[in-house]
């Protein structure tokens, strides 16, 4: 194969990145656009009209570019907030399953910190947040490692960085163990 | 693992030793018991590599004992804690314990296979939390690691690891990296 061994095995957190940046977000444009149309995976591939202080819902790579041109706000999605991701952090500590969020939770995140972190309210208690979200997500797929199986593996509400992440090791591990597994013979 | 005809690890595998007791006399193979002899005369042992086992077994030419990394001293050690035994010592540098378990299984009856399958499945699972933990204990050190406290045992686990997990510990260490690169990293200047 042509690819470089470690593009082999899954893709990468960039990839995904770049993937979430399709999601709609809800920006504050401070600029007047035309409706106007760009290539994109959506049918619907036009966005606007912008009309300050209207609010507009236009991708997250959209609003990237705008904000990093000061020319919008953009207005975090109602789950990263404190109040929210408190709870999910509550939840998620105090019960044995995946508590739910958005899929690509971790990289919408990750961009909006990292862009627009002036617009989102406290920031800095979020990212925290986020950190020790991730961390005890982690300790709880590490117990599904334990309970791997040679068959099958039901991890509910997994995002899709944190599947990313197990995804080459638990491939390889299941498929050792279906190696070293004998079904009862049929006959 | 598999027993494809292109693995390499397949013919790694094979690459090991395994006891025969001859049955029959086999004239003109001396050579192959290591000796001056010029015949195999039955009831004669040697250590016959698996790759060419198979061809004397299926005949019923020779018996072969179970081989010592999968004999019942390993087993009770297993038994006891499978994050204790060195797997490499047992099969040799770079060896794959599990592959070398995985043919003895083929060739082996019903029940003897199902009793081996056994015990490789429970090293492998009772192995497989530590190997990972310690995989994204070292990507965390980052590039400057490899000091740190770092425990006599789990030093010692780490060079008793056999070559498939070798490879799960490589897998598990990249992507813990690649997560934590991208996560710490905050490039503007690229968007």
Wanted: charged share 25%; net charge neutral; with cysteine.
């Amino acid at each position: 194969m042509a690819l470089p061994q470690s593009l082999r095995t899954s893709v990468t957190p960039l990839e995904l990145e770049l993937i979430a940046s399709e999601h709609l977000v809800e920006i504050v444009p401070l600029i007047t656009m035309e409706k106007t149309a760009f290539i994109s995976v959506r049918i619907e591939g036009a966005y606007g009209p912008l009309r300050p202080p209207a609010k507009c819902r236009v991708p997250l790579w959209m609003a990237t570019n705008l904000k990093l041109k000061k020319k919008c706000h953009i207005v975090p999605p109602e789950w990263l907030s404190v109040d929210f991701l408190q709870e999910r952090l509550t939840r998620e500590t105090s019960r044995p399953e995946f508590s739910k969020l958005p899929f690509r939770f971790a990289e919408i995140a990750k961009v909006i910190l990292d862009v627009a972190s002036d617009d989102v309210q406290n920031a800095d208690k979020i990212k925290s947040l986020l950190k020790d979200l991730r961390e005890a997500r982690q300790a709880k797929s590490r117990d599904g490692l334990q309970k791997l199986d040679h068959s099958e593996l039901s991890l509910p509400n997994l995002c899709s960085m944190e599947i990313n992440e197990i995804r080459p090791f638990f491939i390889q591990a299941m498929g050792i163990l279906t190696q070293l597994v004998r079904e009862p013979s049929a006959e | 693992m598999d027993n494809d005809y292109f693995s390499i690890d397949a013919i790694l595998a094979e690459n090991q030793k395994i006891q025969c007791t001859f049955k029959v006399d086999i004239p003109d193979m001396g050579h192959l018991a290591g000796g001056s002899d010029r015949d195999i005369k039955s009831l004669t042992k040697a250590p016959i590599p698996i790759w060419l086992a198979y061809i004397i077994l299926f005949s019923d030419w020779a018996d072969f004992t179970i081989p010592s990394p999968f004999g019942t001293r390993v087993r009770n050690a297993l038994k006891a804690e499978p994050r204790s035994v060195k797997l490499s010592n047992l099969v040799g540098a770079g060896g794959l314990w599990y592959g070398f378990g995985k043919m003895v299984m083929d060739i082996l009856s019903e029940e003897q296979a199902n009793g081996i399958s056994e015990v490789l499945t429970k090293a492998f699972k009772g192995r497989l939390l530590e190997v990972i933990d310690q995989a994204q204990h070292f990507a965390a050190l980052g590039p400057a690691g490899g000091g740190g406290p770092s425990t006599d045992t789990a030093q010692s686990f780490r060079e008793g690891l056999d070559g498939t997990e070798r490879e799960l510990f490589a897998l598990a260490q990249e992507s813990a990296k690649r997560m934590k690169r991208w996560h710490e990293g905050n490039d503007k200047a690229r968007r």
